[in-house]
């Protein structure tokens, strides 16, 4: 990392970003022979502001939606140049690029089989525009255009499960991955850049400006979401889930009390059961609960 | 070798001899044609390129823009809605200065839904930083696309060039056109060497983020690069005969019988050859009328149309388009280069025919030149239907 | 004519985000340091440096004081202090 930075210092995202971390962990996992397609988002305006860029590897952004079809284009010219082998691919983006208004470039990009490693840096909202819901807010949170109010405890739908639409295609890997873990993320882009194919990481990242919670908190909120049941960590290979995190599952109340956007919340035991329930269910699903030894 | 040949499979056929590296399409009507000839290309490993079947016309205007900004030369196709679909990354691709070349096969835009020719879809994004070479016959088509990569990629240019053919009209038309061999298309075109790439050898940052401290100079850039080229394009023109043999002027405009002219209609594309029909016919007659055909709708050759009808006492624009509410848009284009000027038409009326693919007859013609009369005329239509203009609702 | 269209990463010098530390910075105390490299990892700038134990730095021309480095260092070893004292960070 000390050699030659491929994501370097003087960027200008807020203190303490979740996705900062998260993309210079992934680019320094992927390594040097790789290019990258950014889609439009806080992730592309805090580190290319010209005449500056924080990449140390070849790297375009286009549109808010298309990275992954950007790199199905660069992927298909460098195999018509003979270099594909010899290349990393990846595509990026965040919640709303990926799971909402990107989705269907990233479902053809899926589909077709390219050789990319699409990486979803989930902040559950629409953060460079000011904290918007996307499809991929979690239920009942609190942000500028789901706010909580007389008639309603915020955002009113579950998170879309963008993981399993891609594993749906049938694609070779599949992770969820976190800010809260460094190292495990590193490993999961290692492993998805060995795999030919499709592949998709989606990273959850706090955002202290969105989540509204001290910088310092990034890591503690980014476990917590882990460690509820509230973001599972799992991979999965060729449709089948093959590995998952355990957890002693903590209540959803620690989680929510770190966050100012679910703090409408906290006074409303019937809300926070129906979290409770959110992450019982994935608990369940994703059969995350650690079996005590005896 | 000249062939008897649909415009589509003529178009495949002049691509497959450009050698892309990338080609992305989405099917729409009329343009499918051209790529199912190249997807068919590239079945049988007649042609080397990467051809990717995308879900939208949004991703293929962008997969041969990541293909592009990798090195490689690109070719995509598309009409009407789907060119609609793909605009964000029309405008993204010359705003990046990205060599892609596009087919345009022109047709109507919906609603109503139309799958017919007129030039509704290129005209509206002529503001978009692309070239548009408008093609009269399946010949030109051919040679436009040709001299299209030589534009695009020329080091002083790097923009992208829209080729627009009259859907169906010329696509689905057949017409004898001599397809230019491969040794003089690999010697007129040689192979694409990008002026910047990604490239991990040497990585760049491509795409990013302009202030108001630097956004307003990659604008002036591409308006001061287009208004350059209409010079280029005249030197491109000059190589193109001296390997081809067919002589295309400045490329800007083609000036048919306009000496003496007292009547001229100014147009675009295919409706260009049912103009010289008419024109013949009324010459043979002793009239004096004549045609401006326009090549290059971007960059807009002002000067070049001065000097062609700075004598001509009335002239007709007709356009296949509309701006609705506003005059035509050849028109209004025609208008301005005599604004201020001391020589100039007496009238420049504006006439719009052909939406939708209503045929242009050589009646609709001679209609525009009876109409070209010393009053000038705006926001007329020809050919219209008055009896379903009754159709009314509520009260 | 282009203007502005690319940059080489090369030429790319950052903005100084140091100076948007208003409260703490962390000051590496180099008692406890086991190498674990976890701050360097962690840190959202990559602006952390250090191979040896206790070698590791905040370079402060883009440190913006988040916090987390001092967060994750499993042996405390990384302490934030206010802006205004004069520790030097190494």
Redesign the interface.
Known sequence: ??NR?L????????????Q??AA??VIEAAG????V?NNTGCL??FS????????????????F??S??????????????GKKDA?NVIAQGGDGSSGDIGL??L??ML??GHDILYVCYDNEAYMNTGVQRSGLTPFDTNTTTSPFGGQSSGNLRPKKPVPEICSAHGIPYVATASAGF??DL?RKVKKAISIKGPKYIQVHVPC?LGWRH???????VAKMAVETGLYPLFEYENGVLAARKQIVPKPVEEYLKLQGRFKHLLNNPEEIKKVQSIADNNIKKYNLKLETQG | MKEFIEGSHAIAEVIKSCRPGVISAYPITPQTHIVEDLAQMVADGDLKSQFVNVESEHSAASVVLGGSATGVRVYTATSSQGLFYMQEVVFNIAGMRLPVIMTCANRAISAPINIWNDQQDSISLRDSGWFQLYAENNQEAVDFHLIAYRLAEDKRVMLPVMVCMDGFILTHGMETVDIPEQEKVSKFLPDYKPLYKLDPAEPISMGLLADPDYYMETRFAIQETMRKSVGYLSEISREFNDVFGRDYKDLLVEEYKLEDAEKVIVAMGSVCGTIKEVVDEQRAKGKKVGLLKIISYRPFPYARIYEALKDVPKVAVLDKAVSLGAYAPVAVEIKSAFYGKKKGPKVISSFVGGLGGRDITMETIYEVFRRLSAKEVNFDFVDLKPELLKEEYGE | MFGPLIVNPLNSKGDKTGSWRTLSRPHYLHKDCIACRMCLLICPEGCVYGKEKNSFWADYNFCKGCGVCADICPKKDIAMVPEESKDDGK
């Open positions: 990392m000390e930075p994501f370097k210092s003087g960027h200008t995202a807020c203190a303490g970003c979740g900062a971390i210079r962990l040097a022979n790789t290019i397609a592309e305006v290319t502001k010209y005449p500056e860029t924080a990449w140390g590897v070849p790297w375009i952004h286009s549109l939606e298309n992954a079809a950007v790199a199905s284009g660069i992927e298909a010219a460098l195999k018509y140049l290349v269907q470039a479902s053809g589909e077709r460094p190292q590193t202290p001290e910088t310092n908190q990034m890591l503690p």
